[in-house]
């Protein structure tokens, strides 16, 4: 028995393409998802596609994450407050690319879920890390970067990112959960693809016209494999602090922050 485990797209089609052209040849029994297919690389609508037709073909278990969240939510609510304006353009860039069958189609999943397969220890799917998951075993997304440790007797098990990996090195990432005498075996796998493509794809579209550098800082980090996306927002929240802004939200921190923040951390690299 062997289970693929997939996160974090973030609407990176060319990386979840290049991840099933491994897959579909690795005799997988079921696909694993953890959330956060859509935002950030304007091709969120063909992933949800992708995805579907994948489920199709494999017996799948899929939750979805906070991003899916933001796009429901935002479709819920009667204060449409994303803006092209503000850091929330990426989002809606996001949400006007959408179909109505996409967001009843991530409306219907689940924020959790329980792989019970005859045979085998069961394993709980959730998006962000739960410390105190009763399971054995826990597979999570969220965090970009591959990672087990045990606590408690509970495994917990992030397979990385496919859309935005943030582990150091430049590609994308995913498991493979193997049952060996009753235990599920963690393969970690990190692949190329064409980058170079995703920026250039980046660089000619929408995206490039949301303000504070958003398109400069995902693709630095497509690119370096670093979380610059983290370290930017991090960074500016701070100063703005320090200045005496009140942050409740990014939307909240003045551009002249955002703007300092982007020279400050060499976002584009200096000819």
């Known amino acids: 028995m062997r289970l693929a485990v997939i996160s974090d797209i973030h609407g990176n089609l060319p990386a979840l393409e290049k991840t099933f052209a491994f897959i579909d040849?690795?005799?997988?029994?079921?696909?694993i998802w953890c959330g956060d297919y859509v935002t950030d690389i304007l091709?969120?609508?063909e992933v949800?596609?992708?995805?579907?037709?994948?489920?199709?073909?494999?017996?799948?278990?899929?939750?979805?994450?906070?991003?899916?969240?933001?796009?429901?939510?935002?479709?819920?609510?009667?204060?449409?407050?994303?803006?092209?304006?503000?850091?929330?353009?990426?989002l809606l860039l996001?949400?006007?690319s959408l179909s109505?069958?996409?967001?009843?189609?991530?409306?219907?999943?689940?924020?959790?879920?329980?792989?019970?397969?005859?045979g085998c220890p069961q394993i709980y799917v959730g998006h962000?890390?739960?410390?105190?998951?009763?399971y054995r075993y826990h597979?999570?997304?969220?965090?970009?970067?591959?990672?087990?440790?045990?606590?408690?007797?509970?495994?917990?098990i992030n397979p990385g990112s496919v859309g935005q990996c943030c582990s150091e090195v430049p590609g994308l990432e995913f498991a493979l959960l193997e049952l060996v005498n009753g235990e599920w075996n963690t393969h970690f796998?990190?692949?190329?693809?064409?980058?170079?493509?995703?920026?250039?794809?980046?660089?000619?579209?929408?995206?490039?016209?949301?303000?504070?550098h958003w398109a400069d800082v995902l693709i630095k980090t497509l690119e370096t494999g670093h979380n610059y996306v983290e370290d930017y927002t991090n960074f500016s929240r701070e100063v703005a602090k320090k200045c005496g802004v009140n942050v409740r939200t990014l939307a909240d921190i003045p551009e002249k922050v955002w703007d300092f923040a982007y020279n400050k951390l060499d976002i584009v690299e200096k000819s």
Not at 25 to 31: F, H, L, P
Not at 193 to 208: A, E, H, P, Q
Request: glycine residues 4%.
């Open 139 to 156: 597979v999570f997304g969220h965090v970009h970067k591959q990672g087990l440790f045990i606590k408690n007797r509970c495994r917990f």
């Open 48 to 90: 949800l596609e992708f995805i579907r037709l994948k489920n199709k073909e494999y017996r799948h278990w899929i939750i979805k994450g906070n991003r899916e969240d933001y796009m429901i939510d935002y479709h819920n609510s009667s204060d449409k407050d994303f803006s092209m304006i503000d850091v929330t353009g990426s």
């Open 189 to 212: 796998y990190h692949m190329d693809y064409n980058i170079d493509y995703v920026s250039k794809f980046i660089r000619n579209g929408d995206l490039y016209d949301c303000k504070y």
């Open 25 to 31: 040849r690795a005799r997988v029994d079921g696909i």
């Open 128 to 134: 962000k890390l739960d410390s105190n998951c009763r």
């Open 43 to 45: 091709l969120s609508h």
């Open 100 to 118: 109505e069958s996409d967001i009843e189609y991530i409306s219907s999943l689940p924020d959790e879920v329980v792989v019970d397969i005859k």
């Open 94 to 96: 996001t949400y006007n």
